[in-house]
């Protein structure tokens, strides 16, 4: 499903964020990405999602060469990918409802039962009340679930959330994990980057582990090493 081969990320003139990454992600697996702020997990996720160029090596998606792809081939297998962004990057012009039905009225399914099935989704996030606001007027943990609904309604191939239970309570994070389990289990292949491991191991699912990230607080004894790429 993905494969980085030998793959560096550098931002101008900076020490690469990610140096030298080999790994590949089987179809149907489901993976988490940990790391410290700073360790370049979003930048892993953009990367996987073409929004980002490797500086060096290959990324394979779907078994081809990403460095083949023209425009018009990224953004077909962009829509077989639901990804949730850390600044969740919802269309504030249009109602709840409309944002999470937007991947399917894209795939070309029509009006009534769309509306149903992302009411009946949007309830089961606990947003069945919101279904008619626009995003400005949505809480920060609110805006995030309309987010993940909008990223698993059309069941995509690869769903990517980053950070995706950042900004809500336990019992709710807990739900919307559950939530990318049940889509799992239906042959999506998911990757979580979260900095919170205590939530990570709750669930029996392997971990890619960056190491490096922003340097040691002041006062912070327990990090004295200087922080590794
Ligand atoms: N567009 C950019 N231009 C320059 N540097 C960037 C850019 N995006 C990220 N960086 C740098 O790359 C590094 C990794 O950032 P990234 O956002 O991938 O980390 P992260 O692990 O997602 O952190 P967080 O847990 O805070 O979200 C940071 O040092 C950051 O400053
Ligand atoms: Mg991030």
Redesign the pocket.
């Given at each position: 499903m993905v494969r980085f081969d030998k793959v560096s990320?550098r931002?101008?003139a900076?020490a690469p964020?990610?140096d030298d990454l080999s790994f590949h992600l089987e179809p149907g697996s489901f993976h988490f990405?940990l790391?410290?702020?700073?360790?370049?997990?979003?930048?892993?996720?953009?990367l996987m999602y073409l929004w980002?160029r490797p500086s060096e090596g290959r990324i394979s998606l779907f078994g081809r060469d990403t460095r083949e792809l023209n425009r018009h081939d990224k953004a077909l297998m962009r829509r077989r990918i639901g990804v949730v962004f850390?600044d969740f990057r919802l269309l504030d012009h249009l109602t709840t409802l409309e944002n999470v039905a937007l991947p399917l009225r894209v795939a070309g399914r029509n009006r009534p039962s769309l509306d149903e099935h992302t009411a009946e989704l949007l309830s089961w996030v606990g947003l069945g009340d919101h279904l008619h606001n626009y995003p400005p007027t949505l809480s920060g943990g609110q805006q995030q679930r309309v987010a993940i609904a909008r990223a698993v309604i059309a069941r995509p191939s690869l769903l990517l959330a980053?950070?995706p239970t950042g900004n809500v309570d336990d019992r709710l994070a807990l739900r919307l994990l559950y939530l990318f389990e049940e889509l799992n289990k239906m042959g999506t292949t998911v990757v979580i980057?979260?900095?919170n491991e205590a939530l990570a191991e709750r669930f029996r699912q392997p971990m890619i582990r960056?190491t490096g990230?922003?340097a040691p607080l002041p006062g912070d004894r327990r990090r004295t090493a200087k922080a590794r790429q």
């Open positions: 990320l931002y101008g900076a964020v990610l990405i790391g410290a702020s700073g360790a370049g997990k979003s930048s892993l996720l953009q980002q850390q980053d950070e980057a979260t900095h960056l990230g922003d």
